[in-house]
């Protein structure tokens, strides 16, 4: 176990609809990641959050934020949501004093209809 | 554009025998490589890694080489088990930018009994 807990584990909205994904990262760690992983590719880097602010993005269009709360557990918001965004979605955290290794949570499927 | 490649998208070994999945890089500024193990409906799970100043480094089982010449990264495991079947990403992580990993698609490791 990673120590990195996500919720929900499986999901169905409609298109057009907005969701919330939780994440609770692995105990110290202060730097939240989150990517997308649709069926059969590996993860797409979404954003990453430091100490409550983000700190870099990948190709991910403004509907996508998220936060990170004073305990370092984050969420990510999808808004007007697409067939497209239909995808698993992965949480990641990490820290310095670990050494930087990355680790994942279990990840929450999102099903758009 | 980004990428992280990988040479075979599956791969299928005999019970006990050594498994070598390679990968090849595209970015020259990429100073950290992880290997995720990732099984059916689970998130990745960390296996192994290296930096950009090493060449070699084993752990249980595994042993990932890092060849820098020609931006090839590979993940040998020993005595391959039906356990170890599962897909298996490599991912870079980029020099000052911060927690981004950039995975690939993904190897597909079938163990037979």
């Known amino acids: 176990e990673t120590g990195v807990t996500q919720s929900p584990t499986h999901l169905i909205k409609t298109r057009g609809q907005q969701v919330t994904l939780r994440c609770s990262s692995q105990?110290?760690?202060?730097?939240v990641s989150w990517y997308q992983q649709a069926l059969g590719q590996g993860p797409q880097f979404i954003f990453q959050?430091?100490?409550?602010?983000?700190?870099g993005r990948g190709n991910f269009p403004p509907r996508f934020s998220g936060l990170q709360f004073p305990n370092y557990s984050s969420e990510l918001n999808v808004n007007a949501l697409e067939l497209d965004d239909s995808a698993l979605y992965l949480c990641?955290?990490?820290?310095?004093?670990?050494?930087?290794?990355?680790?994942f949570g279990e990840g929450s499927w999102l099903t758009v209809v | 554009g980004e990428s992280v490649g990988l040479h075979l998208p599956t791969l299928s070994v005999q019970e006990g025998d050594n498994s070598i999945i390679n990968c090849a890089y595209s970015?020259?500024?990429?100073?950290?490589f992880i290997w995720y193990k990732q099984e059916s409906g689970k998130g990745p799970q960390f296996i192994i890694d290296?930096?950009?100043?090493?060449d070699k480094r084993q752990g249980q089982r595994v042993t990932v080489l890092l060849n820098k010449t020609v931006k090839h990264l590979s993940l040998q495991i020993a005595a391959t088990q039906p356990g170890d079947s599962a897909v298996y990403f490599c991912?870079?992580?980029?020099?000052?930018?911060?927690?981004?990993?950039?995975f690939g698609q993904g190897t597909e490791l079938s163990v037979k009994p």
């Open positions: 990641a955290s990490s820290s310095v004093d670990s050494g930087n290794t990355i680790y």
């Open positions: 105990s110290g760690h202060n730097t």
């Open positions: 959050y430091y100490r409550e602010e983000e700190n």
């Open positions: 970015n020259s500024a990429s100073d950290y």
């Open positions: 290296i930096r950009s100043n090493m």
């Open positions: 991912a870079e992580k980029i020099y000052n930018q911060g927690g981004k990993l950039i």
